[in-house]
C-alpha cells in the first residue's frame, strides 16, 4: 500500500500498523490492542437469520489474548443454525484478522473481528454462508482463472414522528438528491459512512433516495450508501456491517431504520442492487472490449444471470413484501431483459467512464494539468434483490450463475436476444414486454424455481443440499401465491403485513 494511502486511510488500525488490512497478522492485532489501550474484543459472525451475532470477550493477559486469537472459541450451533442438531451443536468460530476495526460504538476502548465457523475436526463449516460464498469464488477462480469483484447500493428508510417533516416539508416521492433542510437525516447517514469507512468499509458516496412521505404519524426518509468494488467476500462483509452500523446509529437517535423491500404501497421501495465487475488476477477490469464496448466477458457473465434471475430470487427477495416491490412503473425489474442505464431492466449497465474525454477541462477553464484517463470502472448492475437479501448466498448464486455464462456455448446469443433500450412498460412497447419472461410473482413461485434449479447450486458442494431445502421450505411456509390478489383495495392488511417485516434482515 502507497504511503498516502495507508495516511488517509479511515481505518485507525490500518493507519496504525501502516499496511493494508488484507495483511493483518494475530501479531499485528495484538500490538494494536497492547499499544492503544483496547481493553475489550468482539467476535462477531453470522446467524441463520442474516444478521449479525456477537461474542464478548475482556483482557485479561496477553495469554488469554493469543489463545482466542490462535484457536478461537467455541459457540452453540443449533443455536444459530436449525440445521444443526442439539447433541452435536459445538462449532469454532475463527477471527478474520482483516476484518479488525474498533468499536464506534462500545463504551470502553473495543476491537471486533468477523469470524468464520469450523467443525470439530477443524475444516470450514460447509453450510456456513461466509463459506458457501467462497467455495463458489474459488470454484469460479479455477474455472475461468478470474476474479470478481462487486459492490452493494444498501437502500434504507429513516422512519421518524411526523412533525419532522413540519419545516422544509421534504415533497412526497421527490427526494432524490436533496440537501438539508428538505432531507432531515442528512446527519445520519453521513455519521454512518464516516463509522462504516472507520470499520473498513470502502465507500464510494451516499445520498437522500427518492421516496420520502408523511402519514398522520410518521415521517418516512429513504437514503442510499453505495459501496466501492472489492472482492465479493468483502462486499458481503461491508453491507452486513453497514447494516449493524445504521441500525445502531438508529437506536442512538430515537428513529427507526428498515430496509424492508416496502413500506407503503405506491411509494418508492429498497432495492438492493448489486454491481460487479470480473477482472483477471492483477485486478484490471476486463468487463470492456478495445472498442469501448462491453466485452465478451461480460455479455457472456449477464446472460448467465439473466438464465438463473428466476431462482436468485430465493436469496435476494426472501419474503412476502419483496414481491410488492417487484411491479411495473416503480423503476424495479419484472421481466428478464437487459440494458445499457434502462432502469426498467433487470441487469443495468450503468455509465462507465470508458471514454477519453475533457468535461473537468471543459467545466474548470483555469485547469491547465494533464487529465488523466482512469480505465476500469465499468460495472453491471444486478437490480432484483432487496433488503430482505441474505447477501452471503445471494452474492455466491450470483457467482455461480456468472460462471454459468461462461459455459453455455450460446450465452453471446442471449445476450443479443435479451438486450432491450426502451422503457417495456409504455403502452407502445408492450409487444418488447410480452416476449420477455416474467420474474417469480411470490416466495412461493421463486422456491418453484430454486427447487428447479438445486441440481445446479449443489454442483461441486458449493450449497449444501440442506441449504437449499431450507430456502425452499422458507419460502413455502409463507404461502404467499396469491397475496397481491388477497391484498388488492386493503391497505390496513398491506401497513399490517410491511410492519411485520421491518427489521427482518
Given at each position: ?95 478474520r484478522f482483516r476484518t479488525a476495526f474498533v468499536n464506534p460504538f462500545s463504551e470502553v476502548p473495543t476491537l471486533d473481528l468477523l469470524c468464520s465457523y469450523y467443525t470439530k475436526e477443524g475444516k470450514p463449516l460447509e453450510s456456513a454462508p461466509e463459506n458457501i460464498l467462497r467455495k463458489a469464488h474459488e470454484r469460479f477462480k479455477k474455472a475461468t482463472g478470474y476474479k470478481i469483484k462487486a459492490l452493494g447500493e444498501l437502500e434504507y428508510y429513516v ?347
Amino acid at each position: 500500500m502507497r504511503e498516502y494511502e495507508v495516511l488517509m486511510n479511515p481505518n485507525p488500525i490500518v493507519k496504525y500498523l501502516r499496511k493494508p488490512s488484507s495483511e493483518f497478522t494475530r501479531y499485528d492485532i495484538i500490538r494494536f490492542i497492547e499499544e492503544n489501550d483496547i481493553e475489550q474484543v468482539n467476535f462477531h459472525y453470522v446467524g441463520e437469520d442474516g444478521k449479525l451475532k456477537t461474542l464478548n470477550f475482556v483482557i485479561t493477559s496477553r495469554y488469554y489474548l493469543e489463545s482466542i486469537f490462535a484457536t478461537g472459541e467455541r459457540v452453540d450451533g443449533s443455536s444459530l443454525f436449525t440445521f444443526i442438531e442439539a447433541g452435536t451443536s459445538d462449532l469454532y468460530v475463527i477471527p478474520r484478522f482483516r476484518t479488525a476495526f474498533v468499536n464506534p460504538f462500545s463504551e470502553v476502548p473495543t476491537l471486533d473481528l468477523l469470524c468464520s465457523y469450523y467443525t470439530k475436526e477443524g475444516k470450514p463449516l460447509e453450510s456456513a454462508p461466509e463459506n458457501i460464498l467462497r467455495k463458489a469464488h474459488e470454484r469460479f477462480k479455477k474455472a475461468t482463472g478470474y476474479k470478481i469483484k462487486a459492490l452493494g447500493e444498501l437502500e434504507y428508510y429513516v422512519i421518524a414522528p411526523a412533525e419532522t417533516n413540519s419545516e422544509f416539508p421534504n415533497t412526497d416521492q421527490k427526494g432524490y438528491h436533496a440537501s438539508k433542510p428538505f432531507a432531515k437525516f442528512e446527519q445520519l447517514r453521513v455519521e454512518a459512512m464516516r463509522l462504516i469507512a472507520q470499520c473498513g468499509g470502502k465507500i464510494k458516496y451516499a445520498h437522500s433516495e427518492v421516496g420520502n412521505f408523511t402519514t398522520d404519524e410518521h415521517y418516512y426518509e429513504q437514503h442510499e450508501i453505495e459501496f466501492n468494488p472489492v472482492d465479493i467476500e468483502d462486499a458481503a462483509d461491508q453491507i452486513l456491517l453497514a447494516k449493524w452500523i445504521l441500525r445502531n446509529l438508529a437506536y442512538q437517535y430515537g428513529v427507526t431504520i428498515s430496509f424492508a423491500p416496502k413500506i407503503s404501497q405506491g411509494k418508492a421501495g429498497s432495492g438492493l442492487h448489486i454491481h460487479y465487475m470480473i477482472t483477471d488476477q492483477d485486478d484490471q477490469n476486463l468487463m470492456v472490449a478495445e472498442n469501448g464496448e462491453l466485452s465478451d466477458i461480460a455479455l457472456k457473465s449477464i446472460a448467465g444471470l439473466l438464465t438463473k434471475a428466476k431462482s436468485l430470487t430465493a436469496f435476494g427477495n426472501t419474503i412476502p413484501i419483496s414481491y410488492l416491490r417487484l411491479v411495473p412503473n416503480q423503476e424495479a425489474p419484472t421481466r428478464i431483459c437487459w440494458g445499457e442505464t434502462n432502469r426498467s431492466a433487470l441487469i443495468r449497465v450503468p455509465l462507465g467512464w470508458t471514454k477519453k474525454t475533457q468535461m473537468i477541462r471543459d467545466a474548470n477553464p483555469y485547469e491547465t494539468a494533464e487529465v488523466p484517463y482512469i480505465p476500469g470502472k465499468q460495472t453491471v448492475e444486478f437490480r432484483v434483490p432487496d433488503g430482505s437479501a441474505d447477501v452471503y448466498h445471494l452474492l455466491a448464486g450470483m457467482v455461480m450463475a456468472i460462471q454459468h455464462g461462461f459455459e453455455m456455448p450460446d450465452a453471446l446469443d442471449i445476450a443479443h436476444n435479451l438486450h432491450v433500450e426502451v422503457d417495456i412498460f409504455k403502452p407502445e412497447n408492450e409487444h418488447i414486454k410480452n416476449r420477455l419472461e416474467s420474474l417469480p410473482r411470490s416466495c412461493y413461485e421463486s422456491a418453484d424455481y430454486l427447487k428447479q434449479d438445486k441440481l445446479f447450486y449443489t454442483q461441486d458442494g458449493v450449497f449444501p443440499a440442506g441449504t437449499i431445502n431450507r430456502f425452499i421450505n422458507q419460502l413455502k411456509s409463507y404461502q404467499d401465491e396469491d397475496l397481491s390478489e388477497r391484498l388488492y383495495g386493503k391497505p390496513q392488511q398491506i401497513i399490517e403485513l410491511v410492519q411485520q417485516y421491518l427489521h427482518y434482515m
